[in-house]
């Protein structure tokens, strides 16, 4: 009995939106004490029932006015975390398409990728990485970071990775990063962001790059490892007159 009064308060308060009483009556839902039913909704849509038990010695006027109180923060709270769930959905399946795709394959190179998050929850954000071919004896090499996550960080990384690539054959790795300083002015997301960026020549080995911000790469040889720490400016966006954004060589030995 007291399941199918509950039911009915819930399913009522559900259709008409207003906060019910339970007065604590022996048949009641509440046989010991009295409490409310109110409804949790925000934004005109109905996220569901609350239902609060209260001592005896409560007054009804005021549980009536605590459990409004209480749904109301409620369903704020609620909606936020169900348009963060969202959005991380949304940011997520954005970044896995952008990222998702198979390396370029390239006669003579072989290209591995991989993308491990600082931990589960970075895991959306503005990380970026891409190959592509330019010519038939270059290779461009990308890994970027835009400031932020979620889905405007991820956002701003897909429209970052498009002007890479319309930019990286007008001119050297320098040069990109002074047209990325340009369209970061028109893509406010992207301010601050990160890049190293680097053209290999597939015939001699010279890799050409530019780190804009961007941790120095990491270059492996049989003879161990080393970081390039040349070729190095401000994060793009972030350039002031007179700053010159630099470039540096190095050779990949073959093997």
Known sequence: ARMRRL?????QVAE?????????????????????????????????TLTLRLPESSDLAMTAAFADEVASRLSHSL?????????????????????????????????????RPGSETLEVGGDWYDVFRLGD?????????????????????GQLRGAV?????????????????????????????TLAYAELDLEN???TYACAGHPPPLLLGSDGGRLLWEGRSLPLGASFEGHERMQATDRLAAG
Do not use: C, K, W
């Open 16 to 48: 008409t939106g207003d906060t019910e009483l339970v007065r604590g009556e022996p048949e009641g839902s509440f046989a010991t004490g009295r409490g409310a039913v109110a409804a949790l909704h925000v934004r005109g849509r109905l996220l569901g």
């Open 165 to 193: 690539r319309a930019l990286a054959p007008t001119g050297s790795p320098s040069h990109v990063l002074d047209a990325l300083d340009l369209f970061v002015e028109q893509v406010p997301e992207g301010a601050m962001a």
């Open 205 to 207: 080995g010279l890799l």
């Open 137 to 157: 004896t270059t290779l461009a090499l990308v890994v970027g970071d835009v400031v932020g996550h979620g889905l405007d960080a991820a956002v701003a990384m």
């Open 79 to 115: 909606d936020n975390a169900l348009r963060y769930e969202r959005e991380r959905d949304v940011s997520h399946a954005l970044q896995a398409g952008l990222l998702g795709a198979a390396p370029v394959e390239v006669e003579g190179v072989e290209i591995a990728t991989v993308y």
């Open 7 to 11: 039911d009915q308060l819930a399913r």
